[in-house]
């Protein structure tokens, strides 16, 4: 499904993030969460619903069809393009990210893909955003940030694979400082700690979760400079939006009740706008 600009040339995104639907079938705090996620979309529009990985317990769902496919059968009943990246929790069962990947065709409305990529199971891709005239606006790159270090006596969290940064700095767009493109992934880079030293908006209420290892994506951000904000999930009761070297680091807001954390269950919204954006957490009544 393509994505256009509204009217008024803005693009308005609803992130989920940290989902954390158990086993099938869905009772308690699984359902509690699809029925919040229903109500608060019945009464609220966006163009993109961006999933930035956790979907599942990987290790308490044996059947990851009958659980997405409840989760994806809810977001079908709204006509708004999908894009889903994964977590470390998402394939901690006897599946891979491919066989995720695969019940995304359950969606009735995905969001078009760009330029996929896939090394070590982990695809990475873009969102591109048209103005009615087809010019592009505004990009969105989507890395899957994969789950735990190959290395975990010393690091529990994956870095993103150099292949992964290679991609992003040979794709073939054309952009300048003025573009406003965004980025989503699972885990927080490194340079997340950093960012705390500047919180712009939003809490931070435990540590960063982030990988040891800095790879190095941070960098080709900064030198390319048309990426203004990543956004994260993973560190349930972070939902701070930081700012380090000019490029804002922020998280989503913890969407299930499945899962640890004190923050009240929400969203991020994001709104592109021609020369910017903005953002806040929504709530669950």
């Known amino acids: 499904m393509q994505l256009r600009l509204n009217s008024n040339e803005t693009f308005k995104i609803c992130q989920l993030t940290d989902i954390h639907l158990g086993a099938s079938p869905l009772i308690g705090k699984s359902q509690q969460t699809l029925a919040a996620l229903g109500k608060f979309l019945s ?4 163009n993109l619903i961006m999933i930035t990985g956790d979907l599942i317990w990987g290790k308490l769902v044996k059947d990851p069809q009958a659980v997405l496919y409840k989760l ?13 990246t994964y977590g470390n929790h998402d394939t901690e069962g006897k599946f891979n990210r491919q066989n995720l990947r695969n019940l995304e065709s359950h969606l009735i409305f995905p969001a078009d893909k760009h330029h996929s990529f896939i090394t070590a199971d982990r695809e990475n891709y873009t969102l591109e955003v048209f ?5 592009l606006a505004h990009l969105i790159y989507v890395w899957d940030s994969g789950s735990y270090s190959k290395w975990q006596n010393k690091e529990e969290y994956a870095a ?11 794709l073939p767009y054309k952009r300048a400082a003025s573009s406003i493109d965004l980025g989503f992934l ?15 908006q939003g809490k931070k209420k435990e540590k960063i979760c982030s990988p040891v290892t800095n790879s ?14 990543i956004f994260a999930g993973h560190d349930h009761d972070n939902n701070f939006i930081g700012e380090y070297r000019g490029i804002k680091l922020g998280y989503g807001n913890i969407t299930g009740y499945n899962a640890y954390g004190t923050l009240p269950r929400g969203v991020r919204v994001i709104e592109l706008m021609n020369d910017c954006f903005k953002t806040e957490t929504q709530l669950f009544e």
């Open 43 to 46: 009464v609220n529009s966006f």
């Open 72 to 84: 994806y059968d809810l977001l079908n009943k709204f006509e708004v393009p999908v894009a889903v």
């Open 131 to 135: 103005r009615d005239n087809g010019e």
């Open 160 to 170: 993103i694979e150099p292949e992964q940064i290679e991609w992003f700095n040979h």
């Open 186 to 200: 699972h885990i927080p880079l490194k340079e997340y700690q950093l960012a705390t030293e500047k919180i712009i």
């Open 216 to 229: 190095g994506l941070f960098y080709s951000l900064a030198r390319k400079q048309n990426v203004k904000a």
